[in-house]
């Protein structure tokens, strides 16, 4: 399996509340991304990252930042948590352009 | 910009039927790599097949068939003789050669016995 670890797995937050889930890989790949899953959407990709401290947003930034300050952590802060980003997020890693993604665990985050 | 359309929100089928996924997608670049992954009751990710651009051969792996075609820019996955085993969340994915990497918005597929 592909070492890829996210954490928490579990949250529940109130509105308002900063939360930040954490995605960590001892596979030293280039590339990592952050999705949501949601009933209806599928995956959709919040933000990525080509390397340290390179980020570029996706489909549905909004209201998410993300820091990566070495190889192997990739952040995804809620810097005000909502309601509306009650979801299960999922960390991939990919290590170039013609490889397959593997993905975390999923983190099921729960804003009340 | 790079999108991934899976039109069939769910499909039920009876145990041993052949069903085909449907996966279309839009891109710019010559050069992209499209995936098809598969999402169990259990929640994982598992990735079962990546395919460039370039390589429009239609590839088979035991009950699993995939089908690529440039001109109508679409990827369909077909399950022959499904299994109650298959029954999950398929999803489609593009990646572009600047690496952002998109699913569509997934096909759950139900298997009866």
């Known amino acids: 399996d592909a070492g890829i670890t996210q954490s928490p797995r579990h949250k529940v937050t109130e509105t308002g509340t900063p939360v930040t889930l954490r995605c960590h890989q001892t596979?030293?790949?280039?590339?990592m991304y952050w999705y949501r899953q949601d009933p209806g959407h599928g995956l959709r990709l919040i933000h990525y990252?080509?390397?340290?401290?390179?980020?570029d947003k996706g489909e549905v930034s909004d209201g998410y930042s993300v820091s990566r300050s070495k190889t192997e952590d990739f952040l995804l802060t809620l810097e005000s948590a909502t309601s509306s980003q009650t979801s299960v997020y999922f960390c991939a890693i990919k290590q170039g352009a013609d490889t397959e993604a593997f993905f975390g665990q999923g983190t099921r985050l729960t804003v009340v | 910009a790079q999108k991934v359309t899976q039109a069939q929100t769910e499909i039920s089928v009876v145990e041993k039927e052949d069903v085909t996924l449907d996966c279309v997608y839009e891109?710019?670049?010559?050069?992209?790599?499209l995936f098809w992954y598969k999402q169990p009751p259990s929640g994982e990710l598992v990735f079962l097949i990546r395919?460039?651009?370039?390589?429009?051969q239609n590839e088979i792996s035991g009950r699993y068939s995939w089908n690529f075609q440039k001109s109508t820019s679409s990827f369909n996955f077909t399950i022959t003789a499904s299994q109650v085993v298959d029954s999950a969340v398929y999803f489609c994915?593009?990646?572009?050669?600047?690496?952002?990497?998109?699913f569509g918005a997934g096909t759950i597929l139900r298997v009866k016995s």
């Open positions: 891109t710019r670049d010559t050069t992209y790599y």
């Open positions: 596979e030293n790949h280039r590339y």
């Open positions: 994915a593009l990646s572009e050669y600047g690496n952002k990497l998109v």
């Open positions: 395919r460039n651009s370039f390589d429009e």
């Open positions: 990252s080509y390397g340290v401290k390179d980020t």
